[in-house]
């Protein structure tokens, strides 16, 4: 942006936006009022992930695009998962950064503790069979007891940080597909891994391997009030690399 003053006053926005975004508001409906191009000039990063995928909520999108922008700015694959979004809905997407394009738009399961349909709950605490929230590194795809797999490394403390010792991984699985959705009104639900359909499992997993970024959203307010990576100390901040 060219004036200091106009930085100031969509860093203000930011602020008061965020805090809002854990309010009793439905959070699709007050993101897409505070995150549009007419009320705010999106970074290149966000207007990309809103090009690339116009049914996604552009408000999560540009939150992602600042996390991914201060962990990263260089990565090539970005995955996002809306969970405010139903699990009967596809609420991951995976997007090529390099080749400006959408590889997927999947569904995605939740942790068993997190909720029936919608998931409400998230946590670090081992055994507690919730997801968590906020930004990971993908690291090695490996084959376990769900399949081909993918680890993943939480990198904000205290929210997802223990990820790893958790062994919450992308993973296949059988009660990811819209006929389990016609059997029990939802998907399955996982012990706190985000599971996608068999069918996609060992592209997707492929896609996203070594070194990518996974940012997973839910309104919750102490995250977007503190998460570094979406306040980011400067824009050369690199938080992830080091």
Not at 47 to 76: E, F, I, K, Y
Not at 100 to 125: C, K, P
Not at 232 to 237: F, K, L, V, Y
Request: charged residues 20%; contains cysteine.
């Amino acid at each position: 942006m060219p004036h200091c003053k106009l930085r100031r006053s969509v860093g203000s926005f930011l602020t008061g936006a965020l805090m809002l975004l854990a309010s009793p508001l439905q959070a699709g409906d007050f993101m897409v009022r505070a995150f549009t191009p007419q009320q705010l000039d999106q970074p290149p990063l966000a207007q990309q992930l809103t090009r690339m995928a116009p049914r996604a909520n552009p408000g999560v999108l540009h939150l992602a695009a600042r996390a991914l922008s201060c962990a990263d700015p260089g990565a090539d694959r970005l995955a996002v998962i809306d969970f405010s979004l139903p699990s009967t809905e596809p609420r991951l997407w995976v997007f090529d950064l390099r080749r400006d394009r959408l590889m997927f738009r999947e569904l995605v399961s939740h942790g068993q503790g997190s909720g029936d349909n919608m998931a409400t709950s998230f946590s670090n605490i081992p055994d507690s069979h919730q997801s968590s929230i906020g930004l990971f590194r993908t690291l090695n795809s490996y084959e376990g007891s769900n399949g081909y797999s993918l680890r993943l490394k939480g990198l904000e403390p205290g929210v997802n940080d223990l990820a790893y010792q958790r062994a919450i991984v992308m993973h296949g699985a059988d009660y990811v597909s819209e006929e389990f959705i016609e059997k029990a009104g939802r998907l399955g639900r996982s012990y706190g891994c985000p599971a996608v359909r068999e069918e996609v499992a060992v592209p997707l997993i492929n896609s996203l391997k070594d070194h990518q970024y996974l940012f997973t959203y839910y309104p919750d307010q102490e995250w977007l009030s503190q998460s570094t990576y979406l306040r980011c100390p400067g824009n050369d901040a690199r938080l992830a690399m080091q």
